[in-house]
């Protein structure tokens, strides 16, 4: 499981001044496009994730919130029609000068590939131990 320290994130990321898109580079020639919405403050931050959802959204909510640094993560999906995710990030004052939101994003981006790591890891450990089983027996 993931650890609550703050990690450098191992993908390649470059955020950038309010309103303008970041690109997130992950494996396989896979991208999060991320704006940073206006509004962002010490502390605080909004961020618009395109072509995600719920599934994403929950998931990532969830793994940003276990950073005890992180006072308030919360996501919505404005419209069903609008494909993309809006999620709001709010450290605790007394830790702003040693965690942004950006970071707590890319922990928690970090944190829950990582989880999916050892999901798919464990998932076909059991996959293929379940057909020399079945294999075996016949």
Known sequence: ?????????????????????????????????IKVLPGEEAGCASFQIEDEDHTLGNALRYMIM???????????????SENHMNMRIQIYPEFEDECRPVDALMKGLDDLNGLCEVVHEKFTEARDAFGKNDVSSG
Do not use: F, R, W
């Open 1 to 33: 499981m993931a650890d609550n320290s703050t990690s450098q994130p191992t993908q390649d990321t470059h955020m950038t001044e309010a309103g303008e898109e970041a690109q997130i580079n992950g494996e396989k020639d896979q991208n999060l496009t």
């Open 66 to 80: 276990k950073n005890p640094m992180v006072e308030l993560c919360g996501y919505s999906i404005p419209h069903p």
